[in-house]
């Protein structure tokens, strides 16, 4: 059990591109949420799923913003027509559905728009 | 929805000393109050939770309590040590399964 893994770490892109995070959750949580944090806020929920299916997306998920989880183990978060608005740090978590509901984040992935 | 209010935003003790960090909640329905350490380029992690029907509970140096009537939790660090320093989140939920509400952060700075 090496923990919830993100790639990449670090992304710097132009204002306009699309770009696509990967999150490995700890294998056999069935439960994946989508977290972003600003500088000096909390981390803010975006999403989550479990297995497959995206039981509830934030009001800040925009249209621009998709997630998936196609086979119930990773995840990718899409951002297309990235804004300046968009830098942040983009944090993974995943969970189990039964028992000790901790949730175990990743490193982030921390997103510069230019 | 629920929100999460956090105080101080930053702290700063002498190493021994006693570190207390306060949070509000303002959703009844919530039931589950983990704290995260966060440390310089890393992910949130978990240092202590607790439930609703738990007034206190306490885990070494480290201890929280709950008060549900008045929606207030609070983390409290004893003995602090420099390797406390880090920001710390309070958070609520319900029933933990679903999306984590977290305060907006307490900078520790336990000072040698």
């Known amino acids: 059990d090496t923990g919830v893994s993100q790639n990449p770490r670090h992304k710097i892109t132009k204002r306009g591109q699309n770009v696509t995070f990967r999150c490995d959750p700890i294998s056999e949580h069935n439960r994946l949420y989508w977290y972003r944090q600003t500088l000096g806020q909390g981390p803010e929920f975006l999403t989550y799923f479990q297995n497959e299916a995206q039981l509830e997306k934030s009001r800040l998920l925009s249209d621009r913003f998709s997630a998936e989880r196609p086979k119930g183990s990773f995840s990718t978060l899409e951002i297309q027509r990235t804004e300046q608005g968009d830098s942040a740090m983009y944090l993974c978590?995943?969970?189990?559905?039964?028992?000790?509901?901790?949730?175990?984040f990743g490193p982030g992935t921390r997103l510069t728009v230019l | 929805g629920e929100n999460v209010e956090q105080h101080p935003s930053t702290l700063s003790v002498q190493e021994g000393d006693s570190a207390v960090i306060k949070c509000t909640y303002s959703?009844?329905?919530?039931?589950?109050f983990p704290w995260y350490k966060q440390e310089l380029g890393k992910g949130p992690q978990l240092i202590i939770d607790i439930r609703s029907n738990v007034g206190e509970k306490k885990d070494q140096r480290i201890a929280v309590t709950l008060n549900k009537t008045a929606k207030h939790f609070s983390l409290h660090i004893t003995e602090t040590q420099p390797e406390d320093s880090a920001v710390y989140f309070c958070?609520?939920?319900?029933?933990?399964?679903?999306?984590?509400?977290f305060g907006i952060g307490t900078k520790l700075q336990v000072i040698p």
């Open positions: 978590a995943s969970s189990p559905d039964r028992g000790r509901n901790e949730q175990f």
């Open positions: 958070a609520a939920s319900i029933g933990g399964y679903q999306k984590v509400t």
């Open positions: 959703d009844s329905a919530s039931n589950y």
